[in-house]
């Protein structure tokens, strides 16, 4: 179901031999994103180049919505952006940059890992994947990424369960999640993009380009 041969240096995981193949099992013939998307995100950004982490809840649901990477949106969706059109709004209000591009993957190239808590989700049906196991995954590459201090935004009370996981000589920023639901709870004005590539520059590192690339 799922092609594992691009994972590189991820593929040791012990996640990929004992728990994937449980929760492959649980999964219908529909999921989102594509088997062939699940793990762009750990593709895309390998434990070496990984500098900030953001962690997200579950993939959009929508068709043609979620492309492997968290708040990440396929350039063909025409729909509501939601989660990411606030976090442009924040870019713009915090970095006084413009950020229109919905594909992310210019941020994961630039060493963003976009992780999920759940890696995928059945069409149409919010959270429905979270009790999957999932979560042994994303524990498995905070262990991964720990050693080496790191900046980490956790969104939404699922991501700060994992601040726990994470050592303190990382930078870790928590706030209300960008949902419409929930942005203006502390989302709106918590300039997680300026202090990471604050915390960046004063550890030497180019900062990340937020904006549009």
């Known amino acids: 179901m799922f092609d594992l041969t691009r994972l590189g240096a991820w593929a040791d995981l012990a996640f990929f031999h004992n728990d994937l193949p449980r929760i492959a099992a649980q ?3 529909d999921i989102l994103p594509p088997p062939a998307l699940t793990f762009t995100a750990l593709e895309r950004c390998q ?5 900030v982490v953001i962690i997200g809840q ?3 649901h929508s068709d ?3 492309d492997g990477l968290a708040f990440s949106i396929n ?3 025409r729909g509501n ?3 990411l059109g606030n976090i442009f709004k924040e870019i713009q ?3 006084d940059q413009t950020r229109s591009k919905t594909n992310l993957h210019d941020w994961a190239d630039q060493g963003v890992l976009l992780l999920n808590t759940a890696l995928s989700v059945a069409p149409g049906q919010a959270g429905s994947h979270a ?3 999932w979560s042994v995954l994303v524990e498995q590459v905070l262990a991964r990424l720990d050693p080496q201090p790191r900046a980490f935004i956790l969104w939404g009370a699922h991501a700060q369960k994992y601040a726990t996981h994470l050592a303190p000589h990382h930078l870790i920023l928590t706030s209300a999640h960008p949902s419409p639901l929930s942005a203006h709870r502390g989302f709106f004005g918590s300039q997680p993009f300026s202090k990471v590539n604050q915390w960046l520059m004063d550890r030497g590192e180019f900062p990340i380009n937020w904006a549009d690339p």
């Open 75 to 77: 350039p063909a969706f």
């Open 64 to 66: 043609q919505k979620a």
């Open 93 to 95: 209000t915090d970095t």
């Open 58 to 60: 579950d993939p959009y």
């Open 81 to 83: 952006l939601a989660s």
């Open 131 to 133: 009790r999957l196991g």
């Open 27 to 29: 999964l219908g013939p």
């Open 47 to 51: 434990p070496h180049a990984t500098r």
